[in-house]
Nanobody
Framework: QVRLVESGGGLVQAGGSLRLSCAAS????????MGWFRQAPGKEREFVAA????????NYADSVKGRFTISRDNAKNMVYLQMNSLKPEDTAVYYC?????????????????WGQGTQVTVSS
């Protein structure tokens, strides 16, 4: 069982930056690929970014490429999402997810564990 707790959300002006963190507890964190998803009001949850268990590969939604960076520190059981050049359309609840497999994935069904989410609000 893996427990995920997100932090770092908040209110920021357009063009600003935030770094989200996801703390994972449970055995063998390094055996899990990790992902970030988001859900805006009235919309379905969507893929944002993912990283394999060795950080060998990363994957990003087209809407965040060049602005967001996913990273992980297996020694600290942490995953991060650095978000730069934020836009009002990035406003959403951001969720951290874990997948008990070595490679990253881009769909919700491929992830086994989820955090409770952290709110990110970008004002124009």
């Amino acid at each position: 069982q893996v427990r995920l707790v997100e932090s770092g959300g908040g209110l920021v002006q357009a063009g600003g930056s935030l770094r989200l963190s996801c703390a994972a507890s449970g055995p063998t964190f390094s055996n899990y690929a990790m992902g970030w998803f988001r859900q805006a009001p009235g919309k379905e949850r969507e893929f944002v970014a993912a990283i394999s268990w060795t950080s060998g590969t990363t994957n990003y939604a087209d809407s965040v490429k060049g602005r967001f960076t996913i990273s992980r520190d297996n020694a600290k059981n942490m995953v991060y999402l650095q978000m730069n050049s934020l836009k009002p359309e990035d406003t959403a609840v951001y969720y951290c997810a874990a997948r008990n497999y070595y490679s990253d994935a881009t769909t919700e069904l491929e992830y086994d564990y989820w955090g409770q989410g952290t709110q990110v609000t970008v004002s124009s």
